[in-house]
Nanobody, 114 residues
Framework: QVQLVESGGGLVQAGGSLRLSCAAS?????MGWYRQATGKQRELVAL???????IYSDSVKGRFTISRSYVENTVYLQMNSLKPEDTDVYYC???????????WGQGTQVTVSS
């Protein structure tokens, strides 16, 4: 059974840091993070290709870093200089490069207080 297991959300003050993790039960994937506030569309935060090339949304560029461990089959999102507007539910996403199937994690809440 395909699984994406997320961890690392929480409450932090503005200017602080959090690190999100997402472990996938399958390999050969492109992975990434999206976020969604209640009543809003889910938006891209960052992606990392199978080869390790990152892409960031303009809103997080320079503050967030996406990385992956091929040994642990896990993607990480290091979030620094957090702002109240970063408050959202963050979802891990993975696309199997062989089948094109797309999977989502259960979501983890990130709350940044001012």
């Amino acid at each position: 059974q395909v699984q994406l297991v997320e961890s690392g959300g929480g409450l932090v003050q503005a200017g602080g840091s959090l690190r999100l993790s997402c472990a996938a039960s399958f390999r050969d994937n492109r992975m990434g993070w999206y976020r969604q506030a209640t009543g809003k569309q889910r938006e891209l935060v960052a992606l990392i290709s199978r080869a390790g090339s990152p892409i960031y949304s303009d809103s997080v560029k320079g503050r967030f870093t996406i990385s992956r461990s091929y040994v642990e089959n896990t993607v990480y999102l290091q979030m620094n200089s957090l702002k109240p507007e970063d408050t959202d539910v963050y979802y891990c996403n993975a696309i199997h490069m062989g089948t094109g199937s797309e999977y989502w994690g259960q979501g983890t809440q990130v709350t940044v207080s001012s």
